[in-house]
Structures are given as C-alpha cells and as structure tokens.
T-cell receptor, first 114, second 113 residues
Framework: GAVVSQHPSWVICKSGTSVKIECRSL??????MFWYRQFPKQSLMLMAT?????????EQGVEKDKFLINHASLTLSTLTVTSAHPEDSSFYIC??????????FGPGTRLTVT | DAKTTQPPSMDCAEGRAANLPCNHS???????VYWYRQIHSQGPQYIIH???NNETNEMASLIITEDRKSSTLILPHATLRDTAVYYC??????????????FGQGTELSVKP
C-alpha cells in the first residue's frame, strides 16, 4: 500500500512554544490530507481537512488559529501547534488520500508539552 | 456520514477465525463500508472496503448483508499480531470527492494463544 510518513515521531516542548509536525506522502500525490488527534484510550478525532493550495477546513470546536495547517505541495502538509499548553499533549496522526479515495495513515507524532 | 455500532471488545483464539460485526442501519446508497485497524501507538492501517458485494483481499474478507445495514469483517486465521482496535466506518467513496473518515470507538480485538 501507499506510504505516509510523519516527522518527528515524538517531540517534547515547553509550554508557550510552537511545534511543527510534517506529513508526507512518499510514493503518491495527495491533493487531500487529514489531521487527527487521539488522546489515551480514546478514538481518533478529526481536526481538519487539508487541500493542496487552499485553506484547510476545520472541524467544529478546533481552533484554526491554534492549529495552523499548510498544504503547500501534493506530498506535504504541516500542522503547527502554536503556543502549546499541556492540554495539547496528544498523539497527532495524519492521513493522505489517493486519487481512488483511499486514505493511508502516517505513524503518528506523540507531542508532550511540559 | 452514517454512524456505526460495534461491540467494544472481543476475544479470539489464535488460529481461529475472528468475526467482527458492525451495524450501520442508516447507511446511504452511495456510502461505502471501510475497515481500519490500529495497533497500539501506531497510525490506523487500511484493511478493506466495499459497497454492497462481499470483498476479499490478502488480509480479510468483508461480508455485507443484502440490505447493507450491517457487515462482518472476517480474519480467517487470527494471529497474535492481529490484536488491535478495529474500526468500521461508512463514508462516501470515490476519488478525492470521497468523504472524511469519522472514527467511532471501534472493537478491541484480543487474540489469545
């Protein structure tokens, strides 16, 4: 199947700083990418849909000014958590959609805010 | 997107078939049934999807009832590595016009020796 990577796989940052997470589709072009967040013992929660060259669409309750999404190319989308706080500590997962509509997920990024 | 209902947990003996049920009684005619699984602390892995016909691939089989209100994912010979949370999701399929995936709580499958 198609491969999606994320970088970094884990990151620890101090409260008030910003963190950028990258999501790349390695062997296919993805005009649409998605960002999810997952807290311990919970299911994945969709945060936003990212379309190449246009503004992301955020799900209800997700602060667009806090979670900045950029999808500058067909193989790269980035999520920046701005002014991170401990409650933003979570497992962040991206997925990329092929032309056939199948979504492949990255391995996730574990963010810990101290 | 229609919602799905799955049992929260199931056990299966290693080497036996694992049958994971899913109810999606409000599914629309253009919505597909997708199955993903998530092994602890990893990203979800695509398993299989279907519209109305039964489907089979190297990982699993998907049986969809004739009225499409429910489906069953079958892992024919479960191994310990199949221990994971299995998610049944319905969404509009087809190209990049496909709808977003909304995850429910899934079924936590434990394969035991």
């Amino acid at each position: 199947g198609a491969v999606v990577s994320q970088h970094p796989s884990w990151v620890i940052c101090k409260s008030g700083t910003s963190v950028k997470i990258e999501c790349r589709s390695l062997d296919f072009q993805a005009t649409t990418m998605f960002w999810y967040r997952q807290f311990p013992k919970q299911s994945l929660m969709l945060m936003a849909t990212s379309n190449e060259g246009s503004k992301a669409t955020y799900e209800q309750g997700v602060e667009k000014d806090k979670f900045l999404i950029n999808h500058a190319s067909l193989t790269l989308s980035t999520l920046t958590v701005t002014s991170a706080h401990p409650e933003d500590s979570s497992f962040y997962i991206c997925s990329a959609s092929t032309l056939a509509g199948e979504q492949y997920f990255g391995p996730g990024t574990r963010l810990t805010v101290t | 997107d229609a919602k799905t209902t799955q049992p929260p947990s199931m056990d299966c003996a290693e080497g036996r078939a694992a049958n994971l049920p899913c109810n999606h009684s409000t599914i629309s005619g253009n919505e597909y049934v997708y199955w993903y699984r998530q092994i602890h602390s990893q990203g979800p892995q695509y398993i299989i999807h279907g519209l109305k016909n039964n489907e089979t691939n190297e990982m699993a089989s998907l049986i969809i009832t004739e009225d499409r209100k429910s489906s069953t994912l079958i892992l024919p010979h479960a191994t310990l590595r199949d221990t994971a949370v299995y998610y049944c999701i319905v969404r509009v399929g087809g190209g990049n016009q496909g709808g977003k995936l909304i995850f429910g709580q899934g079924t936590e499958l434990s394969v035991k020796p």
